[in-house]
């Protein structure tokens, strides 16, 4: 049994929301590729409605993660005070 896990990370400005069709884009691609899991992370956010589209709730999180900014960065806090192989940005990030 394999395990195929695809991503994608956006680096937007305050601001500037996932568009929904990259949301959906993703979906398409993790169908039709037998994707276990798909993940999109952003330095923003994603669209203030995002759980009110049925083809988007069905996935999250078991098929579909989406993480936020302010998700991203408490991620990669805690990961840095596991000590975790993860390089960490010294300066501040985008979205501070």
Known sequence: MSIK??????RYK???????DHIRA????????D???????TTSRF????LDYEDIVRAVPTR???IDGEKLKNWLVTASANNAPL??????????
């Open 26 to 33: 993703m979906l398409h691609l993790a169908a039709q590729n």
């Open 47 to 50: 669209p203030p409605k995002v």
């Open 35 to 41: 994707v276990s899991k798909a993940f999109i992370a």
């Open 87 to 96: 390089l960490v940005p010294q300066t501040k990030l985008p979205w501070e």
């Open 14 to 20: 305050p601001g500037r929301n996932v568009e929904y």
């Open 64 to 66: 579909l993660e989406l």
């Open 5 to 10: 896990v695809i991503g994608s990370v956006k």
